[in-house]
T-cell receptor, first 115, second 114 residues
């Protein structure tokens, strides 16, 4: 049973370009969370999605960032007009449900570098 | 402000020793407290988790102690091994509707000397 798959693992963009980060949840998981990790810091919640719905985007900047989780295909985190401060590791986690006995499983992240 | 405070920031332990990492939280609505282990270049992996109706949970060499009145919980790694060298994060979540977003501590870098 494959785990959470994120791609690309590394992404380099120049300032002003767009970055698209993909996350395929574990089989049977319909809940996806995105987190951002800055160097030497913990993870910060960005957005929580269920299939075709954004449930909580309170941790995501209102400008330039968007997320989706379509009925078919992976969840996408999109960053438009990237700036140096967007350089970070972005992690996706999935879970089958919302109970505390259904923990979040993480992918190995996408490391975004902005030149 | 940091809702989950973790200490120490770094820890060095000799092989066979006990590693202890502490976390404190403010929000009494939190009802789930996991610990994650992260190796360089990898995503966090769930180690062990506890709910506030239990004061202690043990899985192998890993134990969580939970003090509800003090709003603190800690991870104990018994018989620490060099392979345990990693960054450890505590986290917390509350069951607000269907949303189980995790609030994280800043992490503890553990080095176990052989």
């Amino acid at each position: 049973n494959a785990g959470v798959m994120q791609n690309p693992r590394h992404l380099v963009r120049r300032r002003g370009q767009e970055a698209r980060l993909r996350c395929s949840p574990m089989k049977g998981h319909s809940h996806v969370y995105w987190y951002r990790q800055l160097p030497e810091e913990g993870l910060k919640f960005m957005v929580y999605l269920q299939k075709e719905n954004i449930i909580d985007e309170s941790g995501m900047p209102k400008e330039r960032f968007s997320a989706e989780f379509p009925k078919e295909g992976p969840s996408i985190l999109r960053i438009q007009q990237v700036v140096r401060g967007d350089s970070a590791a972005y992690f996706c986690a999935s879970s089958p449900g919302t109970g505390s006995s259904q923990p979040q499983h993480f992918g190995d992240g996408t490391r975004l570098s902005i030149l | 402000q940091q809702q989950v405070k973790q200490s120490p920031q770094s820890l060095i332990v000799q092989k066979g020793g006990i590693s202890i990492i502490n976390c404190a939280y403010e929000n009494t609505a939190f009802d789930y407290f996991p610990w994650y282990q992260q190796f360089p270049g990898k995503g966090p992996a769930l180690l062990i988790a506890i709910r506030p109706d239990v004061s202690e949970k043990k899985e192998g060499r890993f134990t969580i102690s939970f003090n509800k009145s003090a709003k603190q919980f800690s991870l104990h790694i018994m018989d620490s091994q060099p392979g345990d060298s990693a960054t450890y994060f505590c986290a917390a979540s509350k069951g607000a509707g269907n949303n189980r977003k995790l609030i994280w501590g800043l992490g503890t870098s553990l080095a176990v000397n052989p």
